[in-house]
């Protein structure tokens, strides 16, 4: 089958990225349909106080990235003999920061359990098994090195055999009638067999992790570099998962119903990622050499991400109540109408997935940082509004507003308004009708 391509790259190249976005279709269908079966089987109450300890950790998990990624992916290709420097360093970096987390998580929880005028059920072990298994992403530096090389089918294969054997535990502990903390206790498993995993096909590749080595200089460098992303990431997960903490304060049945509309919403969400991350080599070699080039390529994955979710966002809107009751059944009353709505936050996430990596391109880490924020406060602020009056229906909303504030927030800043505009070009799809009538 011939994959489309986007206009202005090379056709075969192109064809050589996206074909590794298939890898993913796999893991991420299998992933949802495993998320289904242990929402349906928890129920809202248990499935909110799961998604509830997932948000938080999310949150702390920003900072455990370091939001290292796309600077080891720079290093490494403006570096490729000091790969294990850069490696090593970054592994030692994010396995320090991970470990002080875990006891930070739990304490940030069991402080706000004790000030809670609704505490409901300690939750405290359950958070600290859950940043314990977020502890274990340390290792997806190999993910990373895979990326820059463009062989991200070698960390997919690993992470759809983890998904499969992830996939019998969770569907045992369902069939045996397990009660949460066996789930809880297999997302720690699933984070283990991952890095696991990697090592392993890492190793079997020709290389050796034990050749990596710590760098205090690379540290400061990796760090300097990437302390506004730092920020900018936790603002990020922040503007996605608040609401689910917020929401806490209405009830776990709250959080459980709004989490399964807003799961749902989302699992698509690694569609412009995998997109974004196999043409952005692409992306800073047009820079370099043909900077009109680079910017038409802009356009056409503005194009092309829109193409793809607008109509998905259509579709979902009005068979929202639908959708929710076939796979849910009727233990999630109320979710549809939050879906109709969330869904629509995606067309925002795919163009500021795309504005993203531009914005890195260019170095404006700063602004990067600052869209972000502007997304958190936003979704924050409303959030406060909006929860206690319409409860997941508002958070759906604050949501919406949020993503797309964030994403448009480049049409303030005059270095970047040409950015923004050719978002709404696309958004509203007049350089699809132009490149029609130019035919």
């Known amino acids: 089958m011939k994959l489309p391509v986007i206009k202005g790259f090379d056709e075969e190249a192109f064809n050589k990225y996206l074909k590794n976005t298939g890898w993913l279709m796999f893991g991420k269908i299998l992933s949802l349909l495993v998320g289904l079966l242990v929402a349906r089987y928890l129920g809202p109450d248990a499935f909110g106080e799961l998604n509830f300890g997932l948000a938080l950790v999310a949150i702390l998990a920003a900072i455990g990235a370091l939001g290292l990624d796309t600077f080891i992916i720079r290093e490494i290709v403006q570096e490729p003999d000091k790969k294990n420097e850069i490696l090593g360093t970054s592994l030692w970096l994010r396995i320090i920061t991970n470990a002080l987390l875990i006891p930070i998580a739990m304490g940030i929880y069991g402080l706000s359990h004790q000030l809670s005028s609704t505490p409901g059920q ?31 089918k070698y960390v997919v294969q690993v992470q759809n055999i983890c998904l499969i054997i992830s996939a019998a535990v969770k569907i045992t502990i ?57 920020l900018s990431a936790v603002m990020v997960s922040l503007y996605m998962k608040i609401d689910v903490v917020m929401l806490k304060d209405v009830g776990s049945k709250a959080v459980g119903i709004y989490s399964a509309a807003a799961n ?50 259509v579709v979902v809107s009005f068979l929202g109540n639908f959708i929710i009751h076939l796979l849910y059944s009727n233990k999630f009353e109320g979710a549809g109408a939050m879906l109709s709505i969330h869904i629509w936050s995606g067309v925002f996430v795919f163009l500021g997935s795309a504005s993203s990596q531009y914005l890195l391109a260019e170095g404006y880490t700063k602004i990067a940082f600052y869209r972000t924020a502007a997304g958190a406060l936003v979704n924050i602020l409303l959030n406060l509004w909006l929860i206690p009056k319409y409860a997941g229906i508002g958070a759906s ?6 993503c797309a504030v964030s994403t448009f927030y480049l049409l303030f800043i005059p270095k970047t308004r040409q950015q923004g505009i050719m978002m709404l070009k696309s958004l509203f799809l007049v350089t699809a009708f132009q490149k029609i009538f130019k035919r």
């Open 122 to 152: 300690s939750l405290t072990l359950m958070v600290g098994l859950l940043a314990l298994a977020s502890f274990f992403k340390s290792f997806n530096v190999i993910d990373v090195y895979f990326q820059s090389q463009v062989q991200s």
């Open 174 to 230: 369902v069939s045996l009638n397990l009660p949460l903390i066996y789930i809880v206790l297999a997302l720690v498993f699933d984070g283990l067999i991952l890095a696991f995993g990697l090592v392993l096909i890492y190793q079997k590749r020709g290389f050796n992790i034990f050749e990596w080595t710590y760098s205090g200089i690379r540290a400061k460098s990796l760090l300097k570099q990437s302390a506004p992303l730092i």
């Open 264 to 313: 749902l919403s989302e699992a698509w969400y690694f569609i412009p990622v995998a997109i974004i991350t196999s043409v952005f080599p692409a992306l800073i070699h047009a820079r370099k050499t043909d900077h009109d080039r680079y910017i038409k390529r802009l356009g056409n994955l503005y194009d092309l991400l829109i193409f793809i979710c607008i109509p998905t966002a």
């Open 397 to 402: 909303i604050a949501t919406l507003i949020a």
